[in-house]
């Protein structure tokens, strides 16, 4: 049984664990919930809920295990929830309001632009399995362990959105 002063001690320890943690991860958190919803304040609402998740469930977590892979499930899952809570019809009046950005370099600026309208369009499970492989450079193992899936079920998601961004990008582009 822990003391007040022993108590104090290891919610110090605790708070400053966290601290760390949401420090050295919290770009990798929303720059994903941004590739994810496509909109800056949607993703800091996204990444902020992440974190208020990890400092709930710190207690359960390994000192010393990577929680990158934690970190990424839980930030797929609150953007999954964001994007059924928004609901279809204020994402298909997002998707018609994008327009290019008349600032924007030719060349890079307009492809990454494109790409980033056609991951919006994706399938959610297509999205996360093409961002987390592809532009985060997990290897298919932890996209399907964070995923909850098979393998080849994630190899097949991310082959469907690289055909599909393809298509996408190919069209707009003209």
Same mark, same amino acid.
């Given at each position: 049984?822990?003391?007040?002063?022993?108590?104090?001690?290891?919610?110090?320890?605790?708070?400053?664990?966290?601290?760390?943690?949401?420090?050295?991860?919290?770009?990798?958190?929303?720059?994903?919930?941004?590739?994810?919803?496509?909109?800056?304040?949607?993703?800091?609402?996204?990444?902020?809920?992440?974190?208020?998740?990890?400092?709930?469930?710190?207690?359960?977590?390994?000192?010393?295990?990577?929680?990158?892979?934690?970190?990424?499930?839980?930030?797929?899952?609150?953007?999954?929830?964001?994007?059924?809570?928004?609901? #279809?019809?204020? %994402?298909? &009046?997002?998707?018609?309001?994008?327009? =290019?950005?008349? @600032?924007? +370099? !030719?060349?890079?600026?307009? #492809?990454?632009? %494109?790409? &980033?309208?056609?991951?919006?369009?994706? =399938?959610?499970? @297509?999205? +996360? !399995?093409?961002?987390?492989?592809?532009?985060?450079?997990?290897?298919?193992?932890?996209?399907?362990?964070?995923?909850?899936?098979?393998? !080849?079920?994630?190899?097949?998601?991310?082959?469907?959105?690289?055909?599909?961004?393809?298509?996408?990008?190919?069209?707009?582009?003209?």
């Amino acid at each position: 049984m822990l003391t007040g002063i022993g108590r104090e001690v290891e919610q110090g320890a605790e708070r400053a664990r966290f601290e760390r943690l949401m420090a050295e991860h919290e770009r990798l958190v929303l720059r994903t919930a941004l590739r994810l919803l496509g909109h800056v304040e949607e993703a800091r609402d996204a990444a902020q809920e992440v974190f208020l998740k990890l400092y709930r469930n710190l207690g359960r977590m390994e000192p010393g295990r990577d929680p990158r892979p934690w970190l990424y499930r839980v930030t797929v899952n609150v953007c999954h929830d964001l994007q059924r809570h928004r609901g #279809q019809e204020e %994402l298909d &009046e997002n998707q018609a309001a994008d327009k =290019p950005d008349p @600032e924007a +370099a !030719a060349g890079l600026a307009e #492809q990454r632009r %494109l790409v &980033e309208a056609g991951l919006r369009r994706l =399938p959610e499970k @297509e999205r +996360a !399995a093409v961002v987390l492989r592809d532009i985060e450079g997990l290897t298919t193992r932890e996209v399907a362990e964070i995923l909850g899936s098979s393998e !080849a079920t994630v190899r097949s998601q991310i082959a469907s959105a690289r055909l599909k961004l393809r298509g996408f990008v190919g069209r707009k582009s003209g």
